[in-house]
């Protein structure tokens, strides 16, 4: 026995030795700011989808519609032509000059080039904003429910999110704009909101705008607009823009993307409008984050916005027919209550009885084969309702909807 020991302490010394020599590597150095952002519930429910091979995929924000030809033919072209080189930081100057176009054309707003840069998604357009506005201590008080990674931006960034939720009812969801403006500080940066709004489709009051225009010059803080559902809207051709009301040495911000109206969510191509004074800066964060994005893509961004206004109405009547499918089809489960919406492509409904949404979105997709987003995902406030996208086919929808509603009827109580 006592052999035995001695073996056993010679063994515990060597490993002692062993690691003074070859130490055990430390943790990486990780900023506080991203070890606090958490992902988000969608993921999880994401995760789950190849447990269930049949699931119909309505929790993420897209539509099952391919990029139509004419876009896609435009970048095959720019590649057999070699386009293949970097572009400048900002896009290509054909594609800024058709984002000013569409403006014009779409609510006579004059948007200069100096204010426009082309990004590798809406998403890459606000982390940069975020990065230009927000540093550690600093807060944006933000219009929730939200699509969360625009806030985990901000977190990201050092900064500090302030929720003011939106009030919902039976006749859709509305905004307290007095509330939100007595959120803001002395540390406040910025006023975030998305008009049309993910999950909601709120959309915010033109004389909500101006209020908030003037507040944000006289407290000279940054008003960030998601404006990336602007053409997803069923009682006019569009929703209202900041860009409408402001001046080019404004503190706006408008981000928008190709992702949902032009169906391109793949493709990862956005822009965005910043004031006149901060073109240097936003070609300086680009080019130390992405150098500039893909000329071949961004040649057919200027078709699309060109020449796609017949798909872009084809695509929200489709959106409009699918939502009374689904508003149809709800008010038939007895268990469900509907925030009706204006715009985007997304209802929010609660189940009753459901109080933990991110379990009942697992169960409903492992059990019936239906993915849905929870609510918890948007805001602590929405953590009671769920989130479904219906910009899906009549065939998908269909099924979806009775899937929905067997597995409703099947829940105990």
């Not at 130490?23 to 995760?47: C, H, R």
């Not at 709004?197 to 006289?218: C, H, K, S, V, Y």
């Not at 169906?263 to 965005?272: I, N, P």
């Not at 910043?274 to 070609?283: D, H, I, Q, S, V």
Request: proline share 7%; charged share 20%.
């Amino acid at each position: 026995m006592a052999v035995i020991g001695a073996l056993s302490v010679c063994r515990d010394v060597t490993k002692v030795r062993l690691r003074a020599i070859n130490p055990v590597p430390p943790m990486p150095l990780v900023k506080d700011s991203i070890l606090a952002v958490q992902d988000s519930p969608i993921i999880e429910i994401w995760k789950l989808a190849p447990q269930r091979p049949d699931v119909i995929p309505l929790w993420a924000g897209e539509s099952d519609l391919p990029t139509p030809d004419f876009i896609s033919n435009a970048a095959i072209a720019a590649l057999q032509r070699g386009n293949t080189f970097y572009s400048t930081m900002r896009g290509i100057p054909p594609l800024r000059a058709a984002i000013a176009r569409y403006y014009k054309r779409l609510s006579g707003a004059e948007i200069e080039d100096d204010r426009i840069a082309v990004t590798s998604s809406g998403m890459l357009a606000a982390m940069l904003i975020a990065q230009t506005v927000v540093g550690p201590g600093d807060n944006v008080v933000c219009v929730t429910p939200s699509w969360p990674n625009i806030l985990r931006a901000i977190e990201v960034a050092g900064g500090q999110v302030r929720s003011v939720s939106l009030h919902s009812d039976v006749t859709g969801w509305s905004l307290d704009l007095d509330k939100l403006l007595a959120a803001c500080d002395e540390r406040t940066k910025g006023i975030y909101f998305a008009s049309p709004g993910n999950p909601t489709g709120w959309m915010i009051d033109p004389e909500q705008q101006r209020r908030l225009l003037d507040f944000a010059r006289e407290r000279n803080i940054a008003l960030i607009a998601d404006e990336v559902y602007q053409r997803i809207v069923y009682d006019r051709p569009f929703a209202a823009s900041l860009l409408d009301i402001c001046g080019p040495d404004d503190p706006v911000f408008v981000i928008n993307s190709f992702s949902k109206a032009w169906a391109m969510t793949g493709w990862r191509m956005g822009w965005m409008v910043y004031p006149r004074a901060l073109k240097g800066t936003m070609e300086k964060l680009i080019q130390f984050s992405v150098s500039g994005g893909q000329a071949f893509l961004q040649e057919a961004g200027i078709v699309a916005l060109d020449e796609g206004e017949p798909f872009v109405e084809s695509f929200v009547a489709r959106c409009k027919q699918g939502r009374e499918f689904v508003l149809k089809k709800l008010a038939e489960m007895p268990k469900v209550k509907v925030v009706p919406n204006a715009a985007s492509f997304y209802l929010m409904l609660a189940v009753e009885g459901e109080t933990d949404t991110l379990e009942f979105c697992k169960r409903a997709l492992l059990e019936a084969g239906v993915g849905l987003s929870p609510g918890i995902a948007f805001s602590q406030e929405s953590s009671g309702q769920i989130r479904i996208c219906y910009a899906k086919s009549n065939t998908m929808l269909e099924s979806a909807m009775e899937r929905l509603g067997n597995f409703l009827a099947s829940q105990p109580g």
